[in-house]
């Protein structure tokens, strides 16, 4: 009640200092937001004073009627009657509280603490996400970014950490900067005391591992968590695992890496809890997660009644001994959440009248007429309070005659009028109201009226400069002084994002140049020198100190150099000293001590100078080319609160609002993400090759041989693809044949389906497909015994034309980044690197030939059996109009028989591709689109294990393959093959580093092989890795 009666005062005190010119409403505000609370949290313990002093607030406010509904009164008092005017804010209540206080408006949150919850009190969704782990049951959790849900995973770690020291959890991540998050977030919230040689938090990603097989809570990517589930001798750990956490499940759906996901969710047996903020189908994902652990619930009980049988005849062996996981129920649930805890309001960046302009830019602006008539609104296309009052005003401004202006009106709405508090769930019903009725205009011809509220809610923008990296500090300082950073910035290119922190930096630092005094640099100077000279004479006094009896007699004199030296440097670091105003970084975030530590972590990492550059700035880049060490240094201090350019999301407990700024993104493309709708997830191509083979080694030496068996089954029985999709089922049977058919013509299973031969090392390099089955190929026909000669009889050292020679073959193979065609016609001078890649030496050139030929005359033949499945009732429909060319109506076409005609005596090729003249020889051309073949069979050639030598554009122009492995090789310039190759240097690092390591795991996997130890093959792979090694870390 003081802080309101303050408030009070206070808009008086306004009111009456400002007259007649516009308010300012921010003290309004704050009185409403009192009001707010003490009504809604506190109403039972109001005196009648208290409730006088309310409605005495509202008057002076001007909302007379809700001052009466709340205290019935008379007052009759001069100040507020005869100034009533003067102290009303001059808009209805319903209208004040959407348009001013939209983010304050108060949440339904349930008010009975949760004992399982120390920290606040979760929602009625959140706790059935706590009862689903403590039930040892699985989820599907669909709910809004910054909603909350992560809560569940901590919870669930927890709840294994103190159950016992042997359990599991594992959290998989997409990315690899978000595993270092999560493993960082683990290790600051739990404490435990572990016995020796185990640890509370392990990482495991491609290029750092760390107690990843002796943790408790292991974080990690998808690839690496499916190498452990697949690997023949790691079920023991694999048994110990109690939960799953799956962020970013969503990434089912994506082109690349979404079977990898599918893979984990069909073979863990354990209980599971699958995130994500972004699933149009939740209902299908979670009714196929049912069906896998329905069959989960079945083999647990087979293998348990084996295991009986077993000890029962006395013989059980002790590979199946703790089979099934114990406290697990099957039941999977779904948890839905729809509204977002706080809203996120779109702006746009333009340049007006030479200045950085932020327009704020209504959802609705990005829909049409048309999409609203076909599609409605997204479900995710959701408006702030202030946003649905922008709409009604729109709505009722370009229709005068609208019949229902007034009942839809703020202050009549039955949803908001007559409410002192209107809460979050009250907007969000105006707001649907209001698109209901926009849908109605729609519906009874008023399309016209629709297309104006569209065109009057979109923003009037300036221009975007063609150089738009040229006023990025501009647009960082203008939100600087908004009060708007923290801010994350997303750019689509790599070169962009350093650039654009870069200029940033350089900003301040001219700012901080044009402060300085004209001297303070000589100055500087000037004590820099004097401070390495007391340096010097310190240091030689300690010397002379060291050999001398007599110590006493120049302690004095060490004492007046050690007290010059400290205030020289203090006198140094103030004038070096950055102003507050030249720098983004939160200084107090951090102490000094600890900010050193962090930057000597990167003291001799490649960006290690600039990224500490940039960091005493506040600004921070993160991007996949960084080092693992670089990464931590920006994610060290942007948790520590020191880096300040981190993100503003709306996040739930820390933000009451998000804000969204497109910056030097078109128009068209800002609508079509604003109302782009969330694909559904339905299953991508689910095996390969290399899969098939891993699945083969782990039923054939899996330690346990009927858990294997259960899992190999369960990842070919349980495709999201098809699901509910028997044509798709059959197809699948059938590619796993050819697949079993290769394998076994190659030589990496035997007729009994077991693995021999070089099964290991393609197994090995299974995330490079097909290059790995082509490299065991030249090496099964010798082409890497020909090649790799000693200089002479009896050496084990290989000249340089050999190692040249080496990395070209593995570049073809596995360092495939192509170029532009137009780079071949361009007249470009290259200084250090060749650029182009040769093509493979002729030999090799002739065996990927033969190889090629070999698998796209099979793999046609399976496309040709696979075509009986498909529906050729919907092959004949073109897949957007829905135009059918078969039926009735169709049979006295004379326009339909002769485009159809030409689909006698091509089986496999679309009925429409046809047209074209392309025919089933066509099917595994290099250079033939992916959608030849027939739709409805659910593959393509890409699933062939095949390598073309080259690629075409759409021009039909073939593509050069970039040379930049076999030119670092020779050069071991980082910077030549930013100047020749056109590559940023970081993206050159991360490709570098990855073909080494590829180069390493050939060499480790030939070494463990062959049983000659002087193999010069194996040696040659030896000769190359340490050398490539050492250039490598040259740089």
């Excluded at 030999?843 to 033969?850: K, M, V």
Aim: proline share 4%.
């Amino acid at each position: 009640m003081v802080g309101l009666t303050s408030c009070l005062k206070a808009w008086k005190e306004y009111c009456r200092s400002e007259g007649e010119t516009p308010k300012d409403l921010s003290i309004a505000v704050q009185m409403m937001k009192r009001i707010h609370s003490l009504v809604e949290k506190y109403s039972e313990l109001l005196q009648e004073t208290d409730r006088k002093l309310i409605a005495r607030c509202l008057k002076y406010l001007g909302f007379d009627e809700l001052a009466s509904s709340f205290y019935s009164t008379q007052d009759t008092r001069d100040d507020i009657k005869k100034k009533k005017n003067k102290y009303s804010i001059g808009i209805g209540p319903a209208r004040f509280q959407l348009q001013y206080m939209g983010h304050y408006l108060i949440r339904e949150e349930r008010k009975d603490p949760d004992s399982r919850v120390q920290d606040f009190i979760p929602d009625t969704w959140q706790r059935e996400l706590l009862d689903v782990v403590d039930n040892y049951e699985s989820a599907v959790i669909v709910a809004p970014t910054s909603s909350g849900k992560t809560y569940a995973s901590y919870y669930c770690m927890e709840k294994v950490l103190k159950e016992s020291d042997e359990g599991v959890v594992v959290y998989v991540a997409p990315t690899k900067a978000l595993v270092n998050q999560v493993a960082a977030t683990v290790q600051h919230r739990y404490t435990k005391n572990l016995p020796s040689g185990l640890a509370l938090c392990g990482v495991f990603t491609r290029d750092y591992r760390h107690d990843a097989l002796n943790c408790q809570v292991l974080i990690t990517v998808p690839a690496c968590f499916e190498i452990l589930l697949l690997a023949p001798h790691r079920q023991k750990w694999v048994k110990k695992i109690r939960y799953v956490i799956f962020d970013e499940v969503h990434c089912l759906g994506g082109e690349i890496g979404a079977e990898v996901w599918e893979h984990l969710l069909v073979m863990i047996r354990c209980p599971f809890l699958a995130l994500s903020a972004t699933i149009s189908n939740p209902e299908h994902l979670t009714e196929w997660l049912k069906s896998v652990k329905q069959y989960w619930k079945q083999e647990d009980s087979r293998i348990a009644k084996s295991i009986a049988s077993k000890r029962k005849d006395g013989c059980c062996a002790n590979s199946s001994k703790d089979s099934v996981t114990t406290k697990q129920s099957y039941k999977v649930r779904l948890v839905l959440y729809g509204e977002r805890y706080n809203d996120l309001e779109k702006h746009v960046c333009s340049v007006k009248h030479d200045d950085i302009c932020f327009d704020h830019f209504h959802p609705c602006a990005a829909l049409t007429t048309d999409h609203i008539e076909r599609y409605g609104f997204p479900s995710d296309l959701t408006l702030s309070p202030r946003e649905s009052i922008q709409l009604y005003d729109a709505m009722f401004q370009v229709w005068e005659s609208w019949p229902r202006a007034q009942e839809l009106c703020p202050e009549n709405s039955i949803h908001l009028k007559n409410k002192i508090v209107i809460k979050k769930l009250d907007a969000r019903k105006y707001e649907e109201s209001l698109k209901e009725e926009l849908r109605n205009w729609i519906k009874n011809g008023n399309e016209e009226e629709v297309k104006n509220v569209l065109e009057n809610l979109s923003p009037d923008l300036g221009f975007s400069p063609e150089n738009m990296l040229y006023i990025f500090p501009l647009l960082v300082e203008k939100l600087q002084k908004m009060g708007k950073l923290p801010a994350i910035f997303f750019l689509f290119k790599l070169r962009s994002v350093e650039n654009s922190a870069r200029s940033a930096c350089h900003f301040l630092e001219e700012k901080q140049e044009e402060k300085r005094p004209p001297k303070a640099d000589k100055e500087a100077q000037i004590m820099a020198n004097k401070l390495r000279k007391v340096k010097k004479s310190i240091e030689k006094q300690k010397i002379i100190d060291e050999k001398s009896q007599k110590k006493t007699r120049k302690m004095d004199q060490s004492l007046i150099h050690e007290a010059e030296h400290d205030n020289l440097l203090k006198c140094l670091e103030k004038n070096l000293k950055i102003p507050q105003d030249c720098t983004y970084a939160d200084q107090k975030a951090i102490d000094a001590d600890s900010l050193q530590m962090v930057f000597d972590r990167v003291k001799f990492q490649r960006k290690g100078a600039e990224l500490k550059d940039l960091a005493v700035r506040g600004i921070g880049y993160h991007h996949s080319s960084m080092t693992a060490k670089e990464k931590q240094l920006v994610e060290i201090l942007f948790r520590k609160g020191f880096i300040r350019m981190s993100g503003r999301a709306g996040r739930r407990g820390q933000d009451l609002m998000g804000d969204v700024y497109f910056f030097d993104i078109p128009l068209p493309k800002v609508k079509k993400l604003i109302k782009s709708k969330v694909p559904e997830l339905r299953g991508q191509f689910p095996l390969n090759i290399s899969l098939i083979l891993r699945l083969m080694l782990l039923a054939s030496r899996g330690d346990d041989p009927e858990d294997a068996k259960s899992k190999v089954l369960s990842v070919l029985k349980h495709s999201l693809l098809s699901f509910k999709q028997p044509r798709a089922l059959e197809m699948l049977k059938l590619y796993f044949l050819f697949s079993l058919q290769f394998l076994v013509k190659e030589g990496y299973l035997d007729q009994e389906g077991n693995p021999m031969g070089f099964a290991g090392l393609v197994s090995h390099l299974h995330y490079h497909e097909p290059s790995n089955l082509v490299f065991v190929n030249f090496l099964v026909r010798g082409l890497f015994h020909n090649l790799c000669r000693p200089t002479r009889e009896g050496s084990k050292h290989f000249s340089q034309d050999v190692m040249e020679k080496l990395v070209l073959v593995l570049a073809h193979l596995f360092g495939r980044r192509y170029l532009p065609a137009r780079y071949q016609d361009a007249k470009c001078k290259f200084y250090q690197s060749k650029v182009f890649l040769d093509d493979l030496p002729e030999d090799f050139s002739a065996a990927l030939h033969e190889y090629n030929m070999g698998i796209a005359k099979d793999f046609a033949s399976f496309l040709l059996i696979v075509s009986k499945l498909a529906d050729m009732k919907q092959e004949h429909q073109l897949p957007l109009s829905k135009i059918k060319f078969t039926g009735k109506e169709c049979e006295d076409s004379q326009l339909v028989s002769h485009l159809m005609g030409c689909k006698e005596g091509r089986v496999a090729i679309s009925p429409f591709v046809c047209l074209s003249g392309n025919s089933d020889d066509d099917l595994l051309q290099p250079g033939t689109p992916n959608h030849v073949t027939l739709r409805t069979i659910s593959i393509n050639h890409t699933q062939a294990p095949v390598l073309w030598p080259q690629k075409f554009d759409s021009q039909g122009r073939g593509m050069p393959l970039n040379a930049y492995a076999l030119d670092f090789y020779k050069h071991g310039s980082l910077k030549g093959l930013s100047q020749d190759n056109g590559m940023n240097e970081g993206d050159a690092y991360q490709l570098l580093k990855d073909f080494l390591l590829t180069i390493q795991s050939i060499s480790v996997s030939l070494r463990e092989l062959c049983e000659n130890e002087d193999d010069n093959v194996v040696l040659a792979f030896e000769q190359l890795s340490q050398n490539f090694r050492e250039k490598f870390e040259n740089v």
